[in-house]
């Protein structure tokens, strides 16, 4: 860099950090600042952020090669991310990808030379209802076709700015299909506020102990008991967090709430605040969703005009509660409520070692209370209307209503809201299914259902999920199901155990062997005794559900790997003669000795 060059660098730098209150709990949001002017985090950029946020540069590096959107060297002007879910792949992403590399002449995964463009994969944008879709410089684009494949090519040959675009490619659309409490009935902004005002936080938090309301982000634990924990917790100050990285694949009901509903979210994290004795809130927005950010931030200056946040809520006196949103950069461990509050700290999203929980040492080892999405916006709704009116759905184990975000081979994909014991037959025949092998419930990290299993209902006594329902018919082949799962977990694995670092990948390697015919029976033992490992010593949840894929189809859908078997002998994964290759070119060497018998 050039002394002018350095200087402008360190002049930027200061002032997002100083718009950031020299805070290193607002690493990542600085980071992305960064990279937004610069187009990557450079050394020379980790040195200035480290020096003015007073952070070593090393952990500043350590936080950039984390994310899987921050980058140390530049990508394309416009830089382009396909959704790689196995929906939008369903759904033509592949030829669609491999038409905008011939189009711009770029080769998927680099930089073109003239550094204009740059195309590659990510995981799950959040959109297989309208997909294909794809990530431009961070902002949503979806319904993909080749003629809009065709037009983007222009666009970028011409260098049109993005917010020139038409606007009808980046419309992002609610799709609900099916209301009930959550969605069908009506809401006034504040109602829950003031029913808890005039309440009283205890009756408040009686009313979400009537109501059975359990977390709806797949764990299920009952809210009440979460925040009466946290409520009891000494601490110094108490925090409410929102989840909202939603990066299970096949997930977007979240998605919608933000979209449409964000005031009964916020309205749902206040009235927790106000029951736990919480003055700051934080949403974690995942990165895929940065295009809804200057919407909720408008959306949240207004709940502050309207005395619905800030000093005095309502005015009560000693009432004080606000939210600031936090951008994720990219990362699905993120979506685990540890490493999301290590990522909220501006560290890198590692899953903390479990007691003490979050409720009891959570954001800055004060009591928190993480929730989702849809869990902070039913607790509104019970505010308004009392326990008794959510508990009277559902079924007794799992009180009230579940969003399910259904896509995949159906007539109508979008987000459908039913009471807790609908089988899964009924969901297919209401969202248009028709000859259906099996469907993915829980996203990559839940189980598989084949046909004989429709009868079964989603609800904490049987088939429990966040959301996710992916339909597959019998023209699909499931092992490519299972590839992308596995590629999706080998890509997503935070490093930080064994088990899962490296598990990952070999049970990765091992389903592509199978699929690319080289497969053995040996091979099949070796994916159930390499998945009951990673199960019993894997440090989080993502290494303990990533052989799910695995392990479903391999006791509900054999015949999808017999027939792919190559013979009954065993064949080695790695060829070491082959990988000789390159040692015997260096030295010039190929005769016979220079090669494995």
Partial sequence: MTDTQTVDLERFVAGVV????????????????????????????AAAVGQA??????????????????????????????????????????????????????TPGETRT????????????????????????????????????????????????????PGIYCEVEDNVRRRDLLLGEPYIDGSALRAVTQRGPEAALDEM?????????????????????????????????????????????????????????????AVCARVVGARRGFVYLRGEYRYMLDLLQITLAQRRRAGLLGRGILGVEGFDFDIEIHLGAGAYICGEESALLESLEGKRGVPRKRPPFPVTRGHHNEPTVVNNVETFAAAAKIAVNGGAWWAARGTEQSPGTK??????????????????????????????????????IAGPAGHLVPEREFDRRIAHEDIITGGSFMVFDRGRDLLDVVRNFAGFFRHESCGFCTPCRVGTTLMRD??????????TPYDLQEMKHLGKVMKQASHCGLGLTAPNPVLDTLDKFPEIWAGRLKSRDFEPAFDLDAALAESRALTGRDDVHAHLG
């Fill in 18 to 45: 100083e718009r950031y209150g020299h805070d290193p709990m607002n690493l990542l949001q600085v980071l992305r600042d960064v990279q937004d002017r610069y187009a990557c985090i450079s050394d020379e950029a």
């Fill in 53 to 106: 946020m007073q952070i070593a540069p090393m952990h500043v590096q350590c936080v950039v090669d984390f994310y899987s959107f921050l980058h140390r060297t530049p990508r394309g002007r416009y830089d382009v991310l396909f959704s790689d879910n196995i929906v939008d792949r369903m759904l033509g992403k592949d030829a669609l990808m491999a038409q905008l590399c011939e189009r711009l002449a770029v």
């Fill in 114 to 165: 003239d550094g204009r463009v740059s195309i590659d994969n990510t995981s799950c944008t959040g959109m297989p209802d309208q997909g294909p879709a794809m990530l431009v410089n961070g902002w949503a684009l979806t319904h993909l076709t080749p003629a809009r494949i065709d037009t983007i090519a222009d666009l970028i040959d011409r260098e049109v700015p993005l917010v020139k675009w």
């Fill in 209 to 269: 102990m009537a109501s059975g309301l359990r977390g709806l982000g797949g764990a299920g634990f009952k809210t009440a008991s979460k925040w009466a924990l946290s409520r009891q917790a000494e601490g110094h100050e108490h925090f409410v967090v929102c989840n909202a990285d939603e990066g299970e694949p096949g997930t977007f009901k979240d998605r919608v709430l933000l979209q449409s509903h964000a005031n009964l979210v916020f309205e749902g994290m």
């Fill in 403 to 440: 969003l399910l975000s259904v896509s995949g081979d159906c007539a109508r994909p979008g987000v459908y809201e039913y009471p807790f014991g609908v089988t899964v037959r009924q969901v297919l025949e209401d969202c248009g299914a028709r000859d259906t092998q099996a469907v993915q």
């Fill in 510 to 519: 091992l389903v592509e062997k199978v699929a690319g015919g080289h497969g």
